[in-house]
């Protein structure tokens, strides 16, 4: 059975807010709950990534199963997204850079206690958020196992679950990655996944401010990348992920964003 994993960002609680940010990372809270809203008339079933795999063990995995996920651990995850699944009865997998715990705008360390008395997922996006696959051994089992420590020191809970920062990975980090003692890992391709998808190799589609309903629609019952995707995933194994990301950047600067 395939299901989908969604990956946000930046939630705002009005459009308006989105004007001189990055605007494909981030969208309004009412357009996040209307997307959550759409995909419960859908009969989509929530998961955490972690019950997802427990699921995929049992060869158990429902129609339309959805996990949300949250990169970076920003301060509208706890303000923001969490009352919306709370009030819609939905846990997500908050995935978390713990340098970054206490910047403006971010988390701060009690608050990812509070997402886990509420039942969300706690995962780790790494130290410092590095192109993993330019790294030293010793820097990725350390950006990969200390992060994981100090997260479970943190919530008293195991942390399974690993978003690669920028979607950059290969086998060796992957590796690094399954010796940490991670279960799931996410990168940046888009696409469905089954139970028997490489766990530490998701798919994962990016939500974003232009995503629409239209594009969750294709999404939640196609599972198929538009043709603009295609070509950005097809750049992404060209040219590389640092590469990739350096150029979307400077092509979003350009174009305003």
């Known amino acids: ?12 609680l009005h459009r308006e807010e989105i004007r001189g940010k990055p605007s494909r990372e981030y969208l309004s809270r009412d357009e996040f709950h209307s997307q959550i809203r759409w995909m419960k008339e859908q ?15 049992r060869d158990a995995i429902p129609p339309r199963g959805v996990c949300l996920t949250f990169d970076d651990g920003k301060k509208s995850h706890l303000d923001l997204v969490a009352p919306v699944l709370v ?10 850079i713990t340098d970054w715990l ?9 608050d990812l206690r509070k997402l886990s008395d509420l039942g969300m997922e706690v995962g780790s996006h790494s130290l410092s958020h590095p192109f993993m696959t330019g790294l030293s051994e010793s820097e990725m ?9 100090f997260l479970e020191d943190l919530i008293s809970a195991p942390v399974e679950s690993y978003s690669y920062p920028y979607g950059d990975v290969n086998g060796r980090v992957r590796g690094t990655v399954a010796e940490a003692g991670y279960r799931v890992g996410c990168g940046a391709w888009r696409g469905p996944n089954t139970s028997s998808s490489d766990w530490l190799m998701l798919n994962r589609w990016g939500m974003h401010d232009t ?21 950005a995933d097809w750049l992404k194994k060209t040219v590389g992920m640092r590469p990739y990301v350096r150029w979307r950047e400077r092509f979003l600067k350009k174009a305003g964003e």
């Not at 009969?43 to 063990?57: D, I, Q, V, W």
């Not at 009030?87 to 978390?96: L, N, Y």
Request: glycine share 10%; with cysteine.
């Open 1 to 12: 059975m395939n299901f989908q994993v969604l990956l946000y960002h930046g939630v705002t």
């Open 43 to 57: 009969k989509c079933t929530f998961m955490t990534l972690k019950e997802c795999r427990e699921l995929a063990l």
């Open 87 to 96: 009030e819609e009865g939905i846990r997500g997998t908050f995935f978390i």
């Open 102 to 110: 206490r910047r403006p705008n971010f988390l701060e360390p009690g």
């Open 141 to 149: 089992r350390r950006e990969a196992s200390d992060s994981k420590r």
């Open 211 to 231: 995503t629409g309903l239209e594009g969750l629609r294709r999404i939640v019952q196609q599972g198929k990348p538009s043709w603009p995707e295609r070509g």
